[in-house]
């Protein structure tokens, strides 16, 4: 069976919203106040939490590795806390998923977001039980963009792991689909969709809408 696999963060849903508003509860414990923004740091948010406090800490000069690996749990508590105040799915991404499962695919989920997050957060928005996997950062011993979660996702949906397809929304896509020999389909309407190009992925998408067309095309 053909199956498309999804990246979460930034590609499904925006939940770039919660994402700075634990980090930012990180920098206030530290005294900084609120240091990211939704206008400048959405892009980053989607990078996932170390980046954050790295991106914060380099904005007000007080970059320290140490200071990230003791403040990540302390984010991850926080985001688990409020996981689904602001995140919202993107328009037509649930639409595109029956549309997809209609036409026999498998379908799926493959993040770097811990799984234990993941499922919470997509239970909370009553998804879930769309997808016939998931697959998150420490499901496995390895995560993206080593191709073994990729392959694992699409198994774990009835799939074939060498007819599958990437849909996400960064460069860590990117390199998994090349890495796994698959084709990858970039998402153009997250914070960082005008870079996707650059990455030259072997389909575009501006809407989820063209997902199944796109699909059929690349994994006949």
Same mark, same amino acid.
């Given at each position: 069976?053909?199956?498309?696999?999804?990246?979460?963060?930034?590609?499904?849903?925006?939940?770039?919203?919660?994402?700075?508003?634990?980090?930012?509860?990180?920098?206030?414990?530290?005294?900084?106040?609120?240091?990211?923004?939704?206008?400048?740091?959405?892009?980053?948010? =989607?990078?996932?939490?170390?980046?954050?406090?790295?991106?914060?800490?380099?904005?007000?000069?007080?970059?320290?590795?140490?200071?990230?690996?003791?403040?990540?749990?302390?984010?991850?508590?926080?985001?688990?806390?409020?996981?689904?105040?602001?995140?919202?799915?993107?328009?037509?991404?649930?639409?595109?998923?029956?549309?997809?499962?209609?036409?026999?695919?498998?379908?799926?989920?493959?993040?770097?977001?811990?799984?234990?997050?993941?499922?919470?957060?997509?239970?909370?928005?009553?998804?879930?039980?769309?997808?016939?996997?998931?697959?998150?950062?420490?499901?496995?011993?390895?995560?993206?963009?080593?191709?073994?979660?990729?392959?694992?996702?699409?198994?774990?949906?009835?799939?074939?792991?060498?007819?599958?397809? =990437?849909?996400?929304?960064?460069?860590?896509?990117?390199?998994?689909?090349?890495?796994?020999?698959?084709?990858?389909?970039?998402?153009?309407?997250?914070?960082?969709?005008?870079?996707?190009?650059?990455?030259?992925?072997?389909?575009?998408?501006?809407?989820?809408?063209? =997902?199944?067309?796109?699909?059929?095309? =690349?994994?006949?």
């Amino acid at each position: 069976m053909r199956t498309v696999i999804f990246d979460l963060d930034g590609t499904l849903a925006d939940t770039s919203g919660d994402l700075l508003a634990a980090a930012n509860a990180c920098f206030r414990q530290m005294g900084l106040g609120d240091v990211l923004t939704p206008a400048e740091d959405a892009a980053v948010a =989607l990078r996932g939490g170390r980046m954050m406090l790295t991106a914060g800490l380099k904005r007000v000069g007080q970059f320290d590795p140490a200071v990230v690996d003791e403040f990540y749990p302390v984010l991850l508590e926080a985001y688990r806390d409020a996981i689904d105040h602001h995140t919202v799915m993107y328009p037509g991404a649930m639409e595109a998923v029956e549309a997809l499962k209609s036409a026999g695919y498998g379908v799926g989920i493959c993040t770097n977001k811990p799984e234990a997050l993941a499922e919470q957060l997509m239970q909370s928005l009553g998804v879930r039980d769309a997808f016939a996997s998931l697959i998150g950062a420490d499901t496995l011993p390895v995560r993206k963009p080593d191709p073994e979660p990729l392959f694992e996702a699409a198994r774990r949906a009835g799939g074939d792991p060498a007819r599958t397809l =990437l849909v996400g929304d960064s460069d860590t896509d990117r390199n998994t689909s090349a890495a796994a020999g698959v084709p990858s389909v970039l998402v153009t309407f997250g914070p960082s969709g005008a870079d996707m190009a650059a990455l030259k992925p072997e389909a575009l998408i501006d809407r989820f809408e063209d =997902l199944l067309e796109v699909a059929d095309r =690349l994994i006949a």
